[in-house]
């Protein structure tokens, strides 16, 4: 896999999960959806919390979370394909 699809792989991966965390932490606000999940994700990204400010911080938290998780994964992958 080129350098360039690895990025646009991690960007995609970073852009879906931030927006799980923001969209799921909303529901969670405004509907008690998702409170389990949520505490889960609490317990790993400091300053988070199930708040319509919470939700923001997950939203940059989850997209640099995933952007360098994925990105890392797919360097191996490459590595290890060559």
């Known amino acids: 896999m080129k350098q360039d699809i690895v990025k646009k ?3 995609t991966a970073g852009i879906t999960w ?3 965390i923001f969209i799921t932490t909303l529901a969670s606000v405004f509907f008690g959806y998702g409170k389990s999940f949520l505490e889960v994700v609490s317990s790993i990204y400091p300053g988070y919390s199930i708040s319509i400010i919470g939700s923001l911080i997950g939203l940059i938290y989850g997209f ?5 998780c ?7 992958y490459n590595k290890v394909a060559e």
């Open 9 to 11: 792989i991690a960007l």
């Open 64 to 68: 640099i979370d995933a952007y360098i």
């Open 70 to 76: 994925i990105y890392i994964i797919f360097w191996i």
């Open 18 to 20: 931030s927006a799980l």
